[in-house]
């Protein structure tokens, strides 16, 4: 099953909006997150969003440049920890409060026109 990330994103506002669901889910959240590890390497969820797809890549080319570059730091330096079979110190590691989307919007964004493209650009003149 292949959801798209606008259907994440209106069930991630469900949650959030419910008490005693966010209650649930955001401590499992955390741990999640946590638990993948990407958090000790100075990364953001966004970040190890898969480039290989077309709307990810339009995605990537519509971000600021600043925010280009921080990551490009982000993906260096992983990588260098990584080689070194090492992880960053603990007051260094992605805290939850920075782990906030920076890609996802431009995703959804592309995600759209994309859709609308194929719409109309599949329409068939009849004479």
């Not at 990330?5 to 506002?13: G, M, N, R, V």
């Not at 990810?56 to 925010?67: G, K, N, T, W």
Request: aromatic share 8%; proline share 5%.
């Amino acid at each position: 099953m292949n959801l798209s990330l606008a259907t994440y994103e209106s069930l991630a506002q469900t949650i959030k909006s419910s008490r005693v669901l966010s209650a649930i889910v955001k401590p499992l959240a955390n741990w999640q997150a946590n638990a993948a590890g990407y958090r000790r390497l100075g990364l953001r969820y966004d970040d190890i969003i898969m480039e290989e797809n077309p709307v990810v890549q339009e995605a990537l080319r519509r971000l600021p440049a600043e925010v280009l570059a921080e990551r490009t730091f982000r993906h260096k330096r992983a990588m260098q920890l990584s080689l070194c079979h090492a992880e960053l110190p603990k007051e260094q590691w992605t805290k939850p409060s920075e782990d906030v989307a920076y890609l996802s919007p431009f995703i959804t964004m592309v995600e759209k026109e994309f859709a609308e493209k194929d719409k109309y650009d599949n329409l068939v003149v009849k004479q």
